[in-house]
């Protein structure tokens, strides 16, 4: 026991250091910019001479760096704050608050959603290997990795929201409306979200299903299945007590990579389904050269990132002992 | 019946106001300009009251974006003013005729040496909060902007302001440092007015961080709730001095995907549109009985500059010649697809009445496109081909290459680029036509490191524009063009107070700059707006705003709840003056079917505009990417691409299969 809790405080101190690279390069790369990230703020010639003194005192840039860097690091550690938003007259974290659940809604429901989607998939594709469900599963995963996200999510709203009337066209809720209840306001999220998260598990399946497939056919050849015919079980048993465990591992190795791309991914679909999420936040940050709003979703996002990975670490050492022992 | 008569009643008045108008434009000296020039009109007069309309029903006019700030004194997107400017009230706005007309102020008068206003007040408005709104308030305002102005957006016309008093509790008195021509249409109709016994608390240093996130104001509708973005949610003001709206509830929803806002329209999830529609989907659009569009025309020019310090483009005769060069009936109608008016001589686009000058005949009727004449008049410049490489050199034999840069975002001014270039080129000019990024294009506009330069907007309700544009030292002047008779009549318009005397010199400047040709304007760009009439009428139109404007909003009526025939359904103003030369193709077909359902008001008076989101002046960054080519139906798109993948798919397997 005492391994397993070693193994944990080693991993999260790992993260943090990963973190604390992070949070130091996202100080560091605006101020390595010509010019400086605030030249947009400093050099813009319709801000009067007056307004730029209030506002760069008011952001702290008339300090030395070293002061700058350890005022930011004081900030983040004691309120979670890196600045204030120069598009928003916010303070940065309120701004990233405020996004936050809507993208972990989406991300974390469509990662497990599409993970357990795929992984059965990939299962019966490898049992029936070579046949048509085989061949055209793997043919329809080729073309769905090869389509752009947004594209597929314009496609699925132009079909199911405007054609079949089946979800709405934009939102997370009815703008406006007094629910009764809570449930009420769940179901009518849900009705909205449904559309986004159906285009994100679409996108992650395929890989998912090759992945599974692919290992399946692997433990399929080991000694150990054979013995399991000999001693008379069934197929049915065979895969689901036998095969499905280890064959899954590779899949968690590959849920710690997507974890990142399925945040980069959703960026995308959060405008095309108009979701305010922080994928829209940087979207939109970008587009106003906010820059302390974009490192915030910088630094939120791969913090974000960093406890999915850490989580499915630790889910990983559960299902495979042997990764503790290193 | 009795409700008919009276509406009847109210739109013979309305017909009759314009028509004293129309004609008070024309003759001077009538009762409504003596001197001092007093103005009576208020918006009362342009929007739709009607004590039969029963009030009510929600609606949702999407934004593109999420409105930053709600500061009257620091907003710079039209999402902001979208929010900002129903919350709050200005003295007075520009009505759809292009008079100005009170909101605050019930009438106003002005001195006769242009540097005295006094306004008379609404004695009946109050702010949302439930305190009367007095003279103090709009002083305190004014002192406001005298004071702090100068680090807000309104930082130009600060300087102005001398002093503000309270004559009484519902009289005011500004006192202005010198004559400022464009002072009721830029200041009185651009600043909001704030309630000191809110503003009172903030110091000068907060202001430009105040994000202002409850606003109370004195509008039409009170702000009530903001969801970031997702939505903005205001409520009527039903105690409003000018009568409450007939909407109740007002939302703004937050549409990041300018397709899903079409769709979203046509399938009758908001009320109107809020970007400019891609041309190529109008005709589609219109397939659906309930929904119209309406054209916005620019108020700046898709136009280009001439660097004027560099030879030749400092010779008129040069610039005539590319004048003769280039066929605006072609780009209106190949480039811009019949959606823009062409490209005036002297800047204001026509719709700008009064102050475009009507006599000022179209550039295809004085410099029609000939190229054989552009290159008689290079040859009479000295540029001729002296080396026989097929090229003209300069009078002293060193090449002469020219560039040309426009803005790669846009592909229609790349595509007016290319044209003028090939044109350019067939007569034995070197011109190299080279798109840039936007910001590469403007450093270059700025550090003046070009030849020819395409870019678009610059425009403004008020002819001053005309003096940034073209006056030696202009914020606008960028191909530092300059004209020493020039100069002193676009100093004079802006301090000649008296309307009469300034169209004059306004009018007078057009014709000067129409010899001179500092600019060449290519097209006055439109802007196409839909929006759908099943279930709201009322409609407040005219060409230079879009069909959400203040007018309307506060004109509104849900169909479904009225009980009795209200009429009328929509108030349109077109413009009655200059017709473009060559009329395009699909306008007029556009404009039949636009034609509201019921008694259009078509009398114009002088269509000037109003609703230009963006301070005086902008540079148009709108989005609009027409598809060169109509695209075939969705429906056989789909097919086509089922029956492609059920295609591969079967070879796939089949190929597959057959290895085994």
Redesign the interface.
């Known amino acids: 026991m005492s391994g397993l809790i070693r193994f944990f405080i080693r991993k999260i101190i790992a993260r943090f250091i990963t973190f604390f690279v992070i949070l130091t390069l996202t100080f560091i790369i605006p101020r390595l910019l010509p010019g400086g990230a605030f030249a947009y703020l400093v050099e813009n010639p319709n801000i ?1 001479p ?2 730029r003194q ?2 760069i005192k ?1 952001f702290g840039l008339d300090k030395p760096l070293l002061d700058q860097y350890l005022a930011f690091l004081k900030q983040f550690f004691t309120t979670g704050n890196i600045g ?1 938003s120069f ?4 303070p940065v974290s309120t ?1 990233i608050f ?2 936050l659940p809507w993208t972990i809604t989406l991300v974390t429901t469509s990662i497990i959603i599409s993970a357990l989607i795929g992984m059965l998939l990939g299962l019966y594709s490898a049992y029936r290997r ?1 046949g ?1 469900f085989d ?2 599963s793997v ?2 995963s080729m ?1 769905i990795r090869s389509m752009p996200g947004f594209w597929l999510g ?1 496609v699925l ?3 199911f ?2 054609y079949l ?1 089946w979800a ?5 809720y009815t ?2 409306y007094q629910y009764s209840n809570i449930l009420d306001y769940i179901g009518d999220v849900l009705y909205h979200l449904r559309l986004p998260m159906i285009t994100l598990i679409i996108l992650s399946i395929p890989e998912y299903l090759i992945l599974m497939r692919n290992s399946v056919i692997n433990i399929l050849g080991e000694d150990f299945i054979m013995v399991a015919q000999a001693k008379g079980l069934t197929d049915r048993e065979i895969l689901i007590k036998h095969v499905f465990r280890p064959a899954s591992l590779p899949i968690l190795t590959a849920l710690t990579i997507d974890v990142g791309f399925s945040i980069s991914g959703a960026m995308l679909i ?5 979701i ?1 999420g922080v994928g ?2 940087a ?2 940050a970008v587009y ?1 050269q906010d820059y302390p709003l974009l490192l915030g979703v910088v630094i939120y996002t791969s913090a974000l990132t960093l406890i999915l990975v850490t989580i499915v670490e630790i889910m990983y050492s559960f299902i495979d002992p042997r990764v503790r022992l290193e | 019946m009795k409700l008919y008569e009276r509406s009847n009643i109210k739109i013979t008045v309305i017909l009759f106001l314009t028509l004293l108008l129309n004609i008070s434009i024309f003759v001077p000296p009538l009762t409504l300009y003596s001197s001092p020039q007093t103005y009576q009109l208020t918006a009362l007069n342009y929007i739709i009251r009607n004590p039969n309309i029963v009030p009510g029903g929600t609606f949702r006019d999407p934004m593109m974006g999420e409105a930053n700030t709600l500061n009257p004194w620091m907003y710079s997107t039209s999402w902001e003013y979208m929010v900002i400017s129903v919350v709050y009230d200005t003295l007075t706005t520009i009505a759809p005729d292009g008079n100005v007309v009170g909101v605050l102020a019930k009438s106003f008068e002005v001195s006769k040496d242009g540097k005295t206003y006094i306004f008379h007040l609404f004695e009946n408005a109050t702010w949302h909060d439930g305190v009367p709104l007095t003279a103090e308030d709009v002083v305190f305002t004014y002192k406001f902007l005298r004071d702090y102005g100068n680090i807000t957006r309104w930082k130009d016309y600060a300087p102005y302001i001398k002093d503000a008093k309270a004559l009484d509790n519902y009289t005011v008195e500004i006192d202005l440092t010198e004559p400022y021509a464009p002072f009721l249409t830029m200041v009185a109709s651009g600043i909001f007015i704030v309630p000191e016994h809110i503003w009172s608390n903030i110091t000068p240093s907060q202001i430009p961080t105040y994000k202002n996130e409850h606003p109370i104001g004195s509008g039409p509708f009170i702000f009530k709730e903001h969801v970031p973005q997702q939505y903005y949610l205001l409520v009527a003001n039903t105690k409003y001095h000018l009568g409450r709206p007939y909407i109740d509830t007002l939302i703004y929803p937050i549409i990041s995907n300018p397709d899903a806002m079409l769709l979203a329209l046509r399938k009758g999830e908001v009320d109107d549109v809020t970007w400019s529609v891609p041309y190529a989907t109008v005709p589609d659009l219109l397939k659906d009985p309930n929904i119209k569009i309406w054209n916005v025309t620019e108020l700046g020019a898709r136009f280009m500059y001439f660097n004027c310090l560099r030879y030749p483009m400092n010779e008129t005769l040069f610039r005539l010649a590319v004048h003769y060069s280039i066929n605006l009936t072609e780009i209106v109608n190949l480039v811009y697809q019949g959606f823009a008016l062409p490209g005036s001589l002297g800047r204001l686009p026509p719709i700008l009445q009064p102050w475009a000058n009507p006599n000022i005949p179209p550039k295809e009727v004085k410099y029609p496109f000939n190229l054989t004449k552009a290159a008689e008049l290079l040859d009479k410049l000295g540029l001729k081909d002296v080396n026989g490489d097929g090229w003209r050199e300069k009078p002293d034999g060193t090449p002469l290459k020219l560039v040309i840069y426009s803005p790669s975002y846009d592909p229609l001014r790349v595509r007016v680029g290319e044209i003028l270039a090939s044109n350019l080129k067939k007569i034995g000019l070197n011109v190299v036509h080279q798109p840039l990024e936007w910001t590469t294009l403007v450093s270059k506009l700025d550090s003046g490191d070009f030849d020819m330069l395409i870019i678009g907007g610059i425009g403004s309700q008020d002819p001053d524009i005309l003096r940034m544009l073209f006056s030696t030292n202009g914020t606008w002047n960028s191909g530092h063009c300059s004209f020493p008779d020039l100069d002193p009549l676009l100093y004079q318009q802006a301090v000649t107070v008296d309307l009469e005397a300034r169209k004059q010199i306004v009018w007078k400047i057009q014709e000067k700059i129409a010899e001179y040709l500092p600019l060449l304007n290519f097209v006055h760009q439109q802007f196409v707006f839909a929006y759908r009439t099943d279930k709201w009428a009322g409609w407040i139109l005219y060409p230079l705003a879009s069909p959400d404007n203040w007018f309307s909003l506060l004109s509104l009526y849900n169909i479904q709840l009225q009980k009795t025939n209200i009429t009328p359904t929509a108030i349109v103003y077109t413009q009655t003056t200059t017709t473009p030369v060559a009329t395009p193709t699909i306008t007029p077909t556009l404009t039949t079917s636009i034609a509201p359902t019921t008694t259009a008001i078509s009398t114009i008076t002088t269509g000037s505009p109003t609703y230009t989101p963006i301070l005086s002046t902008t540079t148009y960054m709108t989005a609009t990417s027409p598809a060169p080519a109509p695209a075939p139906t969705w429906s056989i798109m789909a097919v086509i691409a089922v029956i492609i993948l059920v295609v591969i798919i079967g070879i796939i397997v089949y190929l597959v299969r057959r290895r085994r």
Request: proline share 7%; hydrophobic share 50%; charged share 15%.
């Open positions: 009067p007056d307004l209030v506002l008011q204030i598009s928003r007259l916010q701004v405020q996004a070579g048509y061949t055209i043919a329809i073309i314009m709203l132009i079909i929201g405007y009337g709405p066209l934009f939102g997370v703008y406006g959060e405008r095309v389904f108009s305010p829209r936040l979207y939109d106003m």
